[in-house]
């Protein structure tokens, strides 16, 4: 105990002597002996006088000679003790104590225990390996236990007789016919898509190609003008829409049906309370909706007038983009002039440095060669450590070996006494039936306990109970299922009533629609539109005078009006010839337009192409 008691006192300069050998000398020792080596440390420092001489050499011939040699030379070396021990010392406790008491003694020491050292060293040279006997094998017995008793054996249960089961429809593995019909539908559809996709885009400039005119004669030029042949428009093809089935008839659920019949009960509901409205002395918005459709008609001018102004500015930027370009390219071509001069001295530059570079490599390859002959002679150095190494593990593996060999023995000689027990336990008689009474209470001092017998009688009565309350369940679900179907009947009339209502209704509003677009005009042409007209003729005349200096253009012939079809307005926003606000004002026309016949074209009046 005074010992452990030391040793954790004195702690911190144990833990610096320690360290600093594994670090230095004892790098091939074991982290187990760490412990051995603080004992010895704190013996050796602190308990020597009191131990005195003759018992500390007793104690340390006790421990490993070759572990003990090598820590005792490293803590009593002087130089050791007087310049890096005395100052780790320092920083923990005070200088002159750590000099008087500590350092002072171990070099009294140092004599005798370098003596001691030398005696140890010689008995570890002059000491020879024992010869190494042969492990005596282990030789088996045989266990003299009882013959056991053959089983008797058991009675074979019959075999169970399983009902035949039903196979598997052949439905399960078959998609429905409906489901076939529909992908059939869908792959047609698509196809169909698809071809005229192609076409679209195949002919979509075709249509829009205008029709030119001869150009009238100059009075300056001398020669005869040259009349243009009007190119070959090819005839768009018509458009074809679907016409939905009316009569055919359409299968609703339950709750579509019930939707539908509270949609149409809300608008009656409205219809009704507006007419009380009306009645009562509110007014008509009549006037409202009048002064709205102006107002939207004004609207729809408008926005045609400004899609033809951004559609103009947009042609103005590209004639202005043209004529940048070509500034552009006369820049672009003196700076590649430049650059190509700057290019040739850099590469001069580049060899000149590439030889010198040369020269650098070739010296570092010669500095490289005279440092591999050097590495050579350490790698030999470092082989012959690494076997010595290898020797010592090997001897301290077998001994563990031998250790683990002897637990082994151990453990198996237990657990055949083990075997020896369990199995005489089993041959000890246990009696094996037991009789029982159904109609007997098993008296456990529960509530509500009772026999088997009355148990099943109680399950009986339970099943019969259930089964009635099922019945009047399942008669009560059929009465609310014709109630329900009888409401549905009731509620399909009335929808049907509805529709039929509705449709007249709409009916008159699409008529009272064509009229108004009948007695609408083409909007009037926007000073804005004009004067970007005349700008985009100014700025391409004069590109082509930049292009061609010596060619006058002959002035422009006047493009006809023409209809703008939707679907060319779709083919020209693709292919960047109209903006997209004018696109889509093409396309409101053309929803609010009527198709002709079955493959009738929509046409979008007022536009300009």
């Keep these: 105990m005074e010992i452990l008691s030391g040793c954790l006192e004195y702690h911190k300069l144990l833990t ?4 600093a050998f594994y670090v230095r000398d004892g790098r091939l020792c074991l982290r187990a002996d760490y412990s051995l080596f603080e004992v010895i440390c704190y013996l050796a420092t602190f308990q020597l006088e009191e131990l005195g001489f003759q018992l500390f050499r007793d104690v340390v011939r006790s421990q490993p000679v070759h572990k003990v040699c090598q820590f005792l030379r490293f803590l009593f070396n002087p130089l050791n003790l007087g310049s890096w021990i005395k100052d780790e010392w320092s920083l923990v406790y005070e200088t002159s104590h750590v000099k008087e008491n500590w350092i002072d003694p171990l070099m009294r020491w140092q004599p005798e225990i370098q003596e001691l050292i030398d005696q140890l060293q010689g008995e570890l040279t002059s000491q020879l390996s024992p010869p190494k006997s042969k492990a005596k094998v282990t030789e088996p017995r045989e266990l003299s236990l009882t013959t056991p008793r053959p089983r008797a054996i058991p009675v ?7 009902a035949k089961t039903r196979p598997v429809p052949r439905s399960t593995y078959q998609a429905p016919k409906e489901q076939r019909l529909l992908e059939m539908t869908k792959r047609y559809n698509r196809w169909k898509a698809e071809e005229l996709l192609l076409q679209a885009n195949f002919e979509e400039l075709r249509c829009a190609v205008p029709r030119s005119r001869g150009e009238p004669q100059l009075q300056d030029s001398k020669k005869k003008p040259r009349l243009r042949l009007p190119p070959r428009i090819l005839k768009a093809q018509k458009l074809t829409f679907y016409t939905p089935n009316d009569n055919a008839p359409v299968k609703l659920n339950t709750a579509a049906i019930l939707r539908e019949g509270a949609l149409y009960q809300r608008q009656v509901e409205k219809e009704l309370q ?3 409205r009306l009645v009562d002395g509110a007014g008509d918005f009549s006037e409202f909706l009048e002064w709205q459709r102006r107002m939207q008609a004004k609207d729809r001018e408008e926005q045609l007038a400004a899609g033809e102004v951004r559609r103009l500015r947009g042609k103005l930027s ?5 004529l940048a370009r070509q500034q552009v390219a006369r820049e672009k071509r003196r700076t590649a002039e430049l650059k190509k001069e700057e290019t040739a001295e850099l590469m001069q530059r580049c060899a000149e440095r590439r030889l010198q570079e040369e020269k650098s490599t070739k010296e570092l390859v010669e500095q490289v060669m005279e440092t591999q002959k050097n590495v050579r002679v350490a790698q030999t150095e470092l082989r012959k450590g690494r076997r010595r190494i290898a020797q010592e593990v090997t001897e301290e593996n077998r001994e563990l070996l031998q250790r683990s060999a002897e637990a082994a023995k151990e453990e198996q000689r237990r657990r055949c006494t083990l075997v020896s027990q369990l199995r005489a336990l089993e041959f000890q ?8 009474d159904l109609t007997q209470i098993p008296g456990h001092g529960l509530e509500g306990e009772m026999s088997v017998v009355e148990l099943r009688e109680r399950l009986a009565l339970l099943k019969e109970t259930r089964r009635r309350q099922e019945e009047e369940r399942r008669d009560q679900i059929i009465q609310g299922k014709r109630a329900k179907s009888q409401e549905l009947r ?3 009339e ?6 039929a209502a509705m449709g007249r209704s709409a009916a008159l509003r699409w008529e009272e629609k064509k009229a108004r677009w009948a007695a609408a005009g083409a909007p009037s042409q926007d000073e804005r539109v004009l004067e970007l007209q005349r700008r985009i003729q100014e700025k391409a005349a004069e590109r082509r005078a930049r292009a061609a200096p010596g060619h006058v253009p002959a002035p422009r012939a006047v493009r006809p009006k023409q209809r703008t079809p939707a679907w060319a307005a779709g083919a020209w926003l693709r292919t960047g010839w109209l903006s997209e606000d004018h696109a889509v004002c093409c396309g409101s026309r053309e929803r609010m337009g009527k198709p002709v016949g079955r493959g009738g074209a929509v046409h979008c009046q007022g536009m300009d192409v």
């Design 16 to 19: 610096i002597v320690v360290d």
């Design 429 to 436: 008689p246990t009696r094996r039936g037991k009789l029982v």
């Design 274 to 276: 507006r007419v009380d």
């Design 490 to 492: 009731d509620t399909v």
């Design 494 to 499: 009335q929808v049907a009533l509805c529709r």
């Design 156 to 162: 074979p249960e019959p075999v169970p007789q399983v």
């Design 318 to 322: 590209h004639e202005e983009a043209v």
